[in-house]
């Protein structure tokens, strides 16, 4: 229910211990401190907030594997939003491409990662999800760096990919703001909503042969 309509249908004393009304409360406090934020001051060249550090896709003898390592400054609206109790949601998704002249590309793969970043108020720390597990971190930047970089993530099995060199992959990182509450996406992505929450980067590279070990003699 809205929280227009939920304000029609409590009145009087309950209204103000129903838990539809608390929660239109804390949504529209939340919203109102992140749209009064002052504007950050401009600056002639401003850092991107994801810079793509290293990223490459390989083939070994058994998988097709992506290694990347973002940095990532959250734009001052979204740290806010996160440390005021909002969950935000990191998604990366990798797909090996196989091209074909004589039609679409063949897609052969598709992997999703997701996880989940929340701060714990009780003890100054953020709690990074992923499935079922969990992990604390003391630090906003020791929290991200859970999954802003990895190494070694199999993609494929390596027989769906040809020693030919031709196939490519596609690499996606996003802050998924489909998964913010009801009302926050409206203020995201609605009139007055602010740019900062379009975090993400992508890239396509080739798919490279892995550098074959060294003999030991």
């Known amino acids: 229910m809205p929280c227009a309509a939920a304000d029609r249908h409590l009145h009087g004393p309950r209204a103000q211990r129903g838990p539809l009304a608390g929660l239109c409360l804390w949504t529209a406090a939340l919203l109102m401190a992140l749209w009064q934020q002052p504007a950050p001051a401009q600056s002639s060249a401003p850092a991107p907030p994801v810079e793509v550090v290293?990223?490459?896709a390989t083939r070994s003898a058994d998988a097709v594997l992506l290694d990347y390592q973002l940095?990532?400054?959250?734009?001052?609206?979204v740290e806010e939003a996160a440390r005021r109790?909002?969950?935000l949601y990191f998604v990366a998704t990798a797909t090996l491409w196989k091209p074909r002249w004589y039609w679409r590309d063949d897609r052969l793969a598709r992997v999703r990662r997701e996880w989940r970043l929340t701060y714990q108020p009780l003890t100054s720390s953020w709690r990074v999800s992923q499935g079922g597990l969990?992990?604390?971190?003391?630090?906003?930047?020791?929290a991200m760096a859970m999954f802003t970089r990895s190494s070694?993530?199999?993609?494929?099995?390596?027989?769906?990919?040809?020693?030919?060199?031709r196939h490519y992959v596609e690499f996606d990182w996003v802050l998924d703001t489909s998964q913010l509450?009801?009302?926050?996406?409206?203020?995201?992505?609605?009139?007055?909503?602010?740019?900062?929450?379009?975090?993400?980067?992508?890239?396509?590279?080739k798919l490279e042969a892995a550098a074959a070990a060294p003999e030991t003699r």
Not at 134 to 142: K, V
Not at 152 to 162: M, P, Q, S, T
Not at 181 to 205: D, F, H, K, N
Request: net charge negative.
């Open 134 to 142: 969990g992990q604390s971190h003391a630090t906003l930047d020791e």
């Open 152 to 165: 070694g993530w199999r993609i494929a099995d390596a027989a769906l990919a040809d020693a030919d060199g």
């Open 54 to 56: 290293a990223l490459a």
């Open 71 to 77: 940095r990532v400054a959250l734009p001052p609206p």
């Open 85 to 87: 109790g909002v969950p």
């Open 181 to 205: 509450p009801r009302p926050l996406q409206i203020g995201v992505t609605g009139i007055g909503g602010g740019s900062g929450w379009a975090l993400g980067v992508e890239r396509t590279m």
